[in-house]
């Protein structure tokens, strides 16, 4: 779970690039904050996020996934335990270029290069009540089920051969 969400303090004056940039680059930034509202509000693994990755992943950074903003822009993120950073934003070429440079960075929670935000969940109990129902769940699942013990003792070898006769070869 992602407790703190590090941007860097280059962020803006990028967004300022891009709204300036036209129609195509205002998109992009509206993307970005719309993304970044979303984690914020502890959605990163949401259908809205997840959709936004994109489709071949980076593999020059561990823990590292970039995401696309649109029209040729790029976000790049880096999750380090409960800790994800922002480090930048930028043109598909730049996002390129700066990954091949900074392959080597290290991240830390306490880097004054980045602006801290903890991430609150709108109620953390609802978190605690899906934690116990799963908890239950679990229990549930190991306890055995009378009517599947019932219907495991009638099987025997002939009646698997005749549901799987497909699978079965002599």
């Known amino acids: 779970m992602i407790r703190y969400l590090h941007y860097s303090r280059t962020i803006e004056k990028q967004l300022k690039v891009f709204r300036r940039s036209g129609q195509t680059g205002s998109l992009a930034a509206e993307q970005y904050q719309m993304l970044v509202n979303l984690i914020r509000q502890g959605e990163l ?5 997840y959709t936004k990755r994109t489709k ?3 593999y020059r950074l561990s823990n590292c996934v970039k995401y696309d903003l649109g029209n040729g822009y790029r976000m790049v993120t880096i999750r380090v ?18 990954l091949d440079r900074r392959k080597h960075d290290e991240y830390s929670s306490n880097d004054p290069s980045y602006i801290r935000d903890e991430i609150i969940l709108a109620d953390e109990s609802v978190l605690h009540i899906s934690q116990k129902i799963s908890e239950q769940q679990n229990e549930n699942c190991i306890e055995p089920d009378l009517y599947e013990q019932q219907l495991a003792e009638r099987l025997d070898d002939s009646v698997l051969r005749e549901v799987f006769g497909s699978l079965y070869r002599k």
């Open 56 to 58: 071949h992943g980076e």
């Open 81 to 98: 335990g409960q800790d994800l950073f922002i480090p930048f934003i930028g043109s598909h070429d730049e996002t390129d270029k700066w």
């Open 45 to 49: 693994l949401s259908e809205s996020v």
